[in-house]
């Protein structure tokens, strides 16, 4: 894992213990493109099922996959 790498997992690790101090669960995600943070959350419901992931709020903000027809 490169030192970027390490850099970003590290803010979603902090993303996820500030969730947790306020009450939270310990989830969240950062989606990195080139270097630049797209998109950061954090779930901030309590009360929701952990089923609902925050990467799913931040795929609008992703490219698509190859061979995706979802429009770019």
């Known amino acids: 894992m490169s030192d970027t790498d390490t ?3 590290h803010q979603a690790i902090e993303l996820a213990r500030d969730n947790m101090a306020q009450g939270g669960r310990p989830f969240g995600a950062v989606v990195v493109r080139g ?3 797209l998109a ?3 779930q901030r419901d309590p009360a929701r099922p952990t089923t609902r ?3 799913r709020r931040c795929r609008p903000c992703a490219p ?3 061979g995706s027809d979802r429009p770019t």
């Open 7 to 9: 850099h970003f997992l």
């Open 35 to 37: 270097g630049e943070v």
């Open 40 to 42: 950061h959350r954090r």
């Open 53 to 55: 992931r925050p990467t």
């Open 64 to 66: 698509p996959a190859a």
